[in-house]
């Protein structure tokens, strides 16, 4: 494996994508009566628009909880966009970040898709930006392009191939198997897993997520010994560290999965703690202990929230519906560009459906999409 240094600024050039902006725009906490009266609001606008809307698990319960009670859903980032690309509904209200938006409009160019704060960013797709990452794979014409889902929509009309964690290792070992060398971009640790489970030969991007970045393996191995029965579930954008102590590496979906149906009592999350909303809703009885952050050189308040996916609430919701704010837009020729890949995938996973099947060492090892 070759690994590229290169280094990133965490945002643009107005400061508006950078982490303290993000946590500087996340709402307020609203009392029993605002968060009842918001949500009954949203939940009237979202039925007289025949909008639905879909909601990643990191973001704030009330709007999990408002998807599901409206015909939505709560799901990782892949099924967000197919539930979004085949709903009946013309208007997705996306609550998530960014890409998450572009990837919906993508698969459904003709749909309006509305996010409640279009600021609402992410680190891998800071960490990349287009005009880089084209320098970088033209400086390597011999190799397959291949994207992870945080990305732009113009990286990904860049690339060959757009993978979620779920089809990742299934999709680099066929290309390794092809003979094709490859460019991974953005996150390293993911990268970095999937390069030590197929052997590729892969040129690694040097991003990565702010939240999983800053899990800790010693502090990790701390807390195990409080909890030695306790399950260790962590995401594959944790560092090597953190993946070397886990009973269960994993995409969000595949974290619940093991929390639901797992044996054990105790579980040791390693992703955004946001999750535990809808395992505790689905595994009620089972104990959840948030994986350590902590350290000097945490930046992100050592809190396992991802600032931009805390930018979500019920208010956004109901502003971008009642003023029609908020509308992601990709610029046609590019989204028909980025389709590409994102089709490439879905047709690779089509034919293969195997490649979906979990690792399996020790436990329960497999990833799932992010
Ligand atoms: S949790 Fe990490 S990967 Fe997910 S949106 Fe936030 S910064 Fe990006």
């Known amino acids: 494996m070759t690994e590229q ?77 197919r539930f979004g690309r085949d709903h009946a509904s013309q208007t997705l209200v996306v609550a998530g970040v960014r890409f998450m938006g572009e990837s919906a409009k993508i698969l459904s160019p003709a749909k309006r898709v509305l996010m409640p704060d279009l600021d609402a960013t992410c680190s891998l797709d800071l960490g990349c930006p287009i005009d880089d990452f084209t320098a970088f794979c033209d400086a390597h014409p011999d190799r397959q392009v291949v994207v992870y889902a945080n990305t732009s929509a113009a990286v990904k009309a860049r690339a060959d191939w757009m993978v979620t964690s779920s089809c990742a290792l299934g999709i680099v070992q066929h290309l390794k198997d092809a003979g094709q060398k490859l460019i991974w971009a953005p996150d390293r640790h993911l990268g970095r897993y999937i390069q030590q489970h197929t052997g590729a030969d892969m040129l690694l991007w040097n991003g990565a997520c702010i939240v999983h970045d800053e899990f800790k393996g010693t502090e990790l191995e701390l807390l195990k010994a409080e909890h030695p029965n306790a399950m260790v579930l962590v995401h594959p954008e944790s ?40 395992m505790r809703q689905l595994a009620p009885g089972k104990t959840l202990i948030e994986a350590p952050t902590a350290g000097n050189s945490a930046t992100c308040k050592s809190c396992a929230h991802c600032p931009w996916m805390a930018m979500n609430g019920l208010q956004g919701v109901i502003d971008c519906l009642e003023q029609g704010v908020g509308e992601i837009h990709v610029d046609p020729v590019i989204g028909r560009e980025a389709v590409n890949c994102i089709d490439r995938m879905l047709g690779f996973v089509a034919a293969h459906p195997s490649a979906l099947a979990p690792r399996v060492q020790g436990m329960v090892r497999g990833i799932g999409a992010a």
């Open 5 to 81: 240094t290169y280094e990133y600024d965490r945002q643009d050039a107005t400061g508006a994508t950078c982490t303290a902006h993000a946590w500087a725009k996340v709402p307020a906490p609203l009392t029993p009566e605002q968060r009842r009266e918001r949500k009954a609001r949203a939940a009237e606008l979202l039925k007289q628009h025949n909008a639905v809307l879909v909601a990643h698990y990191y973001v704030d319960g009330d709007l999990q909880d408002l998807a599901l009670e409206t015909g939505g859903c709560v799901a990782d980032s892949l099924e967000m966009a």
């Open 239 to 278: 560092p090597e560290s953190v993946v070397k102590l886990a009973d269960v590496v994993g995409s969000t979906s595949q974290m619940l999965s093991a929390v639901i149906h797992g044996s054990a009592q105790e579980y040791i999350v390693a992703t955004d703690n946001l999750i535990m909303h809808r």
